[in-house]
């Protein structure tokens, strides 16, 4: 009787916590005078930040995870894809990266991020379904299935259609890419992975729907769905763009989304603090989506630091929520 009792107490704890936690933080490098490892480490577990998203398997931020209870997402970087066409490669990853840190909590391996067979990744379209194959099987051989899941990092540019949500599409070049990766993920009950930028969409055109602090339904969709902000919009676009090729039951994981403090005429410090505070409450609470309702929607921000070493637009410089010396850009964010 009594172990029964401890056992619901557990379950209800879990159950408490897993919502909780629905909130995590990527960790890119590309950044000057970032604090070490295990700084960033302790950073995190001061904000009470349990999840953490990287992007490679680097050792020392792997190192200063041990016997920590941060949950991680950890990439394959998308130059090691052809590499990982060779199952012998992926289960050394797996046993090099994965296995060789058993106290890490890793939970999900990211295959590749925003591989496009219409932008710059579109060399690495023929090697990310082999390649997440092959680290499935790996993972399964070490006896880690049940803890790991392995997907993708897709992201918006894949649709050609997105709004209303519910005529959501992927590009037709697209489909002979993506549509076997869906039926991998359905059939093995994995999720997707999809980076989900409101800031990308055309903000301009309606902040408040972008900043979730609309009043009003900005679109009512099909059988009445009411769409206050955009971010619901966007992914459920992803969702309708699944569904049509099979996958309507392959949850998505938001595995970046993001505001930036300069760089552009709505990228400003007060818009980005309105985003990231508005965002959080808003997967953390359970309403879900319009087309998804009832549920907390697990989803990575974008990201701790400003990554002031990456080439490209001016934005993408300016997404960090913490500032090298580790206060916060955007005051105190709540994260349980
Ligand atoms: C972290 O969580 C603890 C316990 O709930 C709380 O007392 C503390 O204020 C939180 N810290 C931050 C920075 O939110």
């Not at 159950?15 to 302790?42: F, T, W």
């Not at 392995?150 to 894949?158: E, H, I, K, N, Q």
């Not at 599409?169 to 697209?174: E, G, H, I, S, T």
């Not at 953390?284 to 630091?305: A, Q, V």
Request: aromatic content about 10%; proline content about 7%.
């Amino acid at each position: 009787m009594a172990s029964k009792l401890l056992l619901l107490g557990l379950l209800i704890n879990l159950l408490i916590v897993k919502d909780a936690q629905s909130v995590g933080v990527c960790y890119g490098r590309n950044g000057y005078g970032l604090p070490s490892e295990r700084d960033v480490v302790r950073l995190y577990q001061r904000n009470n930040i349990t999840r953490m998203r990287i992007y490679d398997p680097h050792h020392p931020t792997l190192e200063a995870l041990r016997g920590t209870n941060i949950e991680l997402m950890i990439g394959v970087p998308n130059d090691r894809l052809q590499s990982l066409n060779d199952q012998n490669a992926a289960n050394i990853w797996v046993r090099d990266n994965i296995q060789r840190y058993p106290n890490v909590r890793f939970r999900y391996i990211a295959v590749g991020n925003n591989v496009d067979p219409n932008n710059g990744n579109s060399r690495y379209v023929p090697f990310v379904l082999r390649a997440m194959q092959n680290v499935h099987n790996a993972v399964r051989a070490a006896g880690l299935g049940n803890q790991i899941k392995v997907s993708t990092a897709t992201y918006t540019g894949l649709l050609g259609s997105s709004f209303p949500p519910s005529i959501g599409a992927f590009r037709d070049n697209v489909r002979g890419f993506i549509e076997p990766i869906i039926r991998f993920l359905s059939q093995n009950n994995l999720p997707m992975f999809a980076n989900i930028y409101p800031y990308y969409a055309n903000p301009n055109s309606n902040l408040p729907f972008a900043l979730f602090t609309a009043t009003q339904p900005v679109v009512i969709d099909n059988g009445g769905r009411q769409y206050f902000n955009l971010f619901d919009a966007m992914l459920d676009a992803h969702y309708a763009a699944q569904a049509r090729l099979g996958g309507g039951n392959v949850e998505i994981i938001v595995s970046e989304s993001g505001w930036p403090s300069s760089g552009g005429p709505v990228a400003t410090i007060g818009n980005a603090g309105t985003y990231y505070r508005n965002l959080i409450a808003h997967v953390r609470g359970t309403r879900g989506t319009p087309l998804k309702p009832g549920r907390s929607i697990e989803t990575y921000l974008f990201e701790m630091f400003d990554e002031n070493r990456k080439p490209g637009i001016e934005v993408e410089r300016h997404f960090g929520i913490f500032t090298p010396n580790q206060q916060p850009k955007y005051g105190q964010l709540s994260f349980n």
